[in-house]
């Protein structure tokens, strides 16, 4: 499922909105790692530590955001995490530079996952428009402010092999797998970012919606796919609420 992601400016961000494939500083002075294509993609899911610096967090996404990369910061449920980051941009040494910022901070990955933007090779042709969405997304989308991250695999099974299929094959069901998509179009945007080869899943997904529920039915749905039905391998999911950086930590802290 791929939604049109909307570019535009961040209702949580004050930094300038990133120039779509502009480097930007490089980490320490050295030279800037950057995909070919598209930005590099952190998530980090985090408890605070006792000593948890709040205005030493708040400095290194400043910091992060001033170089014109991106972060999102989510209160999470549940017991797995207290704090997500959603951190983006094209130099994989500025996104590493901020991951040690936010330890020295005081925040304990306990998740973590590396992605990089993408176009799905179904997706060749899509209008430029949709194109530069997808690899240059500007997050978080306002008016979702209800989160969802997983990671999923494709299934390599005796049965049922994704990579067995020839290409034609996989690009009818992925072209049935976003017309569902697309009636959430509104309700849930989608970045779908690539994993193969750099982390342990093929791709991590990440869901905005506007209600908590939207992001259920959205999963929901697409499961009776064809396409996910057969062939998908979900991981763990992390879910919570996406707000500017003082109401999520102020959320976390009595």
Request: hydrophobic share 40%.
């Amino acid at each position: 499922m791929r939604p049109a992601l909307r570019p535009g400016a961040s209702c949580f961000r004050a930094s300038r909105p990133p120039v779509p494939g502009a480097p930007g500083p490089p980490y320490a002075g050295g030279v800037a790692l950057t995909p070919t294509t598209g930005w590099g993609v952190l998530h980090l899911f985090c408890r605070l530590a006792p000593d948890f610096d709040a205005h030493a967090l708040r400095k290194a996404v400043g910091a992060a955001e001033a170089d014109d990369y991106q972060v999102v910061p989510v209160a999470l449920l549940g017991h797995k995490a207290d704090l997500g980051l959603m951190a983006l941009g094209p130099d994989v040494w500025r996104l590493r530079r901020f991951q040690t910022e936010a330890v020295a901070a005081g925040l304990v990955p306990t998740q973590s996952y590396v992605s990089l933007t993408e176009i799905s090779e179904y997706a060749a042709g899509i209008p430029d428009e949709m194109r530069q969405a997808r690899l240059f997304p500007q997050l978080p989308p306002e008016g979702k402010a209800a989160f969802c991250f997983y990671p999923m695999t494709k299934r390599r099974g005796d049965e049922h092999n994704w990579y067995a299929l020839g290409f034609e094959a996989r690009k009818e069901l992925m072209v049935g797998h976003g017309k569902i998509g697309r009636t959430f179009h509104g309700r849930v945007l989608q970045v779908i970012t690539g994993s193969t080869g750099l982390d342990d899943y093929e791709w991590g997904v990440t869901l905005f919606g506007t209600h908590p529920d939207d992001l259920k039915e959205c999963v929901y749905e697409m499961r009776f796919d064809e396409a996910s039905a057969r062939y998908a391998e979900f991981g763990p999911f992390y879910t919570g609420m996406v707000g500017p950086l003082d109401e999520v930590l102020a959320s976390l802290t009595a």
